[in-house]
């Protein structure tokens, strides 16, 4: 579908320092439809820069091994400066903590650069739509950082602390089984706009901020 003059495209920023990919990265999102990529830095200093004069982007394209702050040191400091920006971490690392710590950080997903470039179009398109992108190397990763962790210790919280109805266990389950909020509102026979709702509340109770925080929370902590 063609973008009109009344529908806003979707603002992707890259932070990138290989600029040959970096500029690959660009050309096929701007050729995108409905999609810009209004930002293209070569680290998350000059993006933070470039904040403070700007509107913030819808996505963030964040790379991990940058000059100075790297990109999952910087997770926290973006979701404050751009707390309504997704941020898909796009590297070469399928390295299991990176994967796991980006995610608790709060990053909306997770793709490999040897996945392609036409597929961080679709990556995009997805996280829009409320989705967590990862390609299936990092979601086996992710799977496998789960399992060596211990489920709730003596000294953590017990499930029962954080006072989750059975509504939004519910909602926390089929997030984890990878259903996007339209299909959890059509699998329970709810509008999309009560799911929102039960995910603010579960976002406030569990003291994290995306889809994928939560979820990580809640399989990390023996929830779910």
């Not at 997704?86 to 650069?113: E, H, M, N, P, Q």
């Amino acid at each position: 579908m063609t973008t009109t003059s009344s529908e806003k495209p979707t603002d992707v920023w890259l932070v990138e320092d290989n600029v040959m990919f970096g500029l690959g990265v660009q050309r096929v999102v701007n050729s995108l439809a409905g999609m810009t990529c209004g930002g293209n830095f070569t680290s998350v200093e000059a993006a933070f820069a470039a904040l403070e004069g700007t509107a913030a982007p819808d996505v963030i394209l964040l790379d991990v091994q940058l000059p100075g702050m790297d990109g999952i040191e910087a997770l926290g400091s973006f979701k404050v400066l751009a707390p309504d920006a997704r941020i898909i971490i796009l590297t070469v690392f399928d390295d299991a903590d990176k994967i796991f710590r980006a995610v608790c950080a709060g990053a909306s997903g997770y793709v490999l650069k040897s996945a392609g470039i036409d597929q961080i179009g679709a990556a995009i398109k997805q996280v829009m739509a409320g989705g967590a992108p990862m390609t299936p190397e990092v979601a086996r990763k992710v799977l496998d950082a789960f399992a060596r962790i211990e489920t709730i210790s003596e000294n953590q919280e017990s499930p029962d602390d954080y006072h989750l109805t059975d509504r939004e266990l519910a909602i926390l389950r089929l997030m984890a089984d990878g259903l996007l909020k339209k299909e959890i509102a059509a699998h329970m026979e709810i509008s999309i706009h009560t799911v929102s709702t039960h995910l603010r509340r579960v976002y406030c109770k569990l003291h994290v901020n995306t889809n994928t925080g939560a979820v990580a929370k809640a399989l990390r902590e023996g929830i779910i």
